[in-house]
Nanobody
Framework: QVQLVESGGGLVQAGGSLRLSCSAS????????MSWFRQAPGKEREFVAT??????YYADSVKGRFTISRNNAKNTVDLQMNNLTPEDTAGYYC???????????????????WGQGTQVTVSS
């Protein structure tokens, strides 16, 4: 069992930055691929970024602006978000999976554990 708790959301102006953090319980954190998804009102949940066992992956919409990083010693995975735009406004969710490979990482149905989410609002 893995429990995930996100923090770091808030209100920021366009062009600003935020850093989200996800803290995980459990002794096998390093065996999970950790990802961030987001969901805006009226829209489906979408993939943002993954820190896999060996590689990182990003959605095209955030590539070059967002950076995912993990600390296996602290059981945390962070999402540094720079140059934010109003289109980044959404609830952001941390998720964990033991599946391997980008084809699995990008679909939310492949994740076993989810956090409660943290809201990010970007004003224009």
């Amino acid at each position: 069992q893995v429990q995930l708790v996100e923090s770091g959301g808030g209100l920021v102006q366009a062009g600003g930055s935020l850093r989200l953090s996800c803290s995980a319980s459990g002794r096998t954190f390093s065996s999970y691929a950790m990802s961030w998804f987001r969901q805006a009102p009226g829209k489906e949940r979408e993939f943002v970024a993954t820190s896999g066992i060996l590689s990182t992956y990003y959605a095209d919409s955030v590539k070059g602006r967002f950076t995912i990083s993990r600390n296996n010693a602290k059981n945390t995975v962070d999402l540094q978000m720079n140059n934010l735009t109003p289109e980044d406004t959404a609830g952001y969710y941390c998720a964990a999976t033991q599946r391997r490979g980008r084809v699995y990482y990008i679909e939310d149905k492949n994740y076993d554990y989810w956090g409660q989410g943290t809201q990010v609002t970007v004003s224009s």
